[in-house]
T-cell receptor
Framework: GAVVSQHPSWVICKSGTSVKIECRSLDFQATTMFWYRQFPKQSLMLMATSNEGSKATYEQGVEKDKFLINHASLTLSTLTVTSAHPEDSSFYIC???????????FGSGTRLTVV | AQSVTQLDSQVPVFEEAPVELRCNYSSSVSVYLFWYVQYPNQGLQLLLKYLSGSTLVESINGFEAEFNKSQTSFHLRKPSVHISDTAEYFCAVSDRNNNDMRFGAGTRLTVKP
């Protein structure tokens, strides 16, 4: 149990376009989901905490108008990178928290390349 | 807030040798501790976790970690590694409310034949 599906696994887009990444909890309800960004050979950087039915909480330095997060249901959170630029190219990972003490279940990640 | 320090960014070892990946944490409250493994271009997979009870926790693939409260450590060990263990390993800590998980910088384990 506790499976998180992230889609797409990779995407290439042109500068100026927007890209949507989906994160779904397949067999449990996740009131809280998290979005991370990972640069090559580095750790995960928490971008925002997504709470179902409310606005996301963004970490300091993360542009909320740039990275739009929507958590409309207990099983789906989306991250939209708006007006993407090459510097937005990165590996984005979502995770969902099942319940206290369960740790986080991670999606398989999305490799975004902006050209 | 809690924090995690992984003391080694890279650990190269030969196949069938023992390995220890070090992790120290800092927190003013009681915590949960986790080790995750990441293979290239993939998300993180939970390897093992300490919640309470026995301070020695084990995974199904031979890894183990021991919670040492006095040394605020949660080192990961395996007595004999395989080529397939080559990956990035992340130590993580969260408070007991599980509201905020923090990750270490990661340790790249490379197992050589």
């Amino acid at each position: 149990g506790a499976v998180v599906s992230q889609h797409p696994s990779w995407v290439i887009c042109k500068s100026g376009t927007s890209v949507k990444i989906e994160c779904r909890s397949l067999d449990f309800q996740a009131t809280t989901m998290f979005w991370y960004r990972q640069f090559p050979k580095q750790s995960l950087m928490l971008m925002a905490t997504s709470n179902e039915g409310s606005k996301a909480t963004y970490e300091q330095g993360v542009e909320k108008d740039k990275f739009l997060i929507n958590h409309a249901s207990l099983t789906l959170s989306t991250l939209t990178v708006t007006s993407a630029h090459p510097e937005d190219s990165s590996f984005y990972i979502c995770s969902a928290r099942r319940s206290k003490g369960y740790g986080y279940t991670f999606g398989s990640g999305t490799r975004l390349t902006v050209v | 807030a809690q924090s995690v320090t992984q003391l080694d960014s890279q650990v190269p070892v030969f196949e069938e040798a023992p390995v220890e990946l070090r992790c120290n944490y800092s927190s003013s409250v009681s915590v949960y501790l986790f080790w995750y493994v990441q293979y290239p271009n993939q998300g993180l997979q939970l390897l093992l976790k300490y919640l309470s009870g026995s301070t020695l926790v084990e995974s199904i693939n031979g890894f183990e970690a021991e919670f040492n409260k006095s040394q605020t450590s949660f080192h990961l060990r395996k007595p004999s590694v395989h080529i397939s263990d080559t990956a990035e390993y992340f130590c993580a800590v969260s408070d007991r409310n599980n509201n905020d998980m923090r990750f270490g910088a990661g340790t790249r384990l490379t197992v050589k034949p």
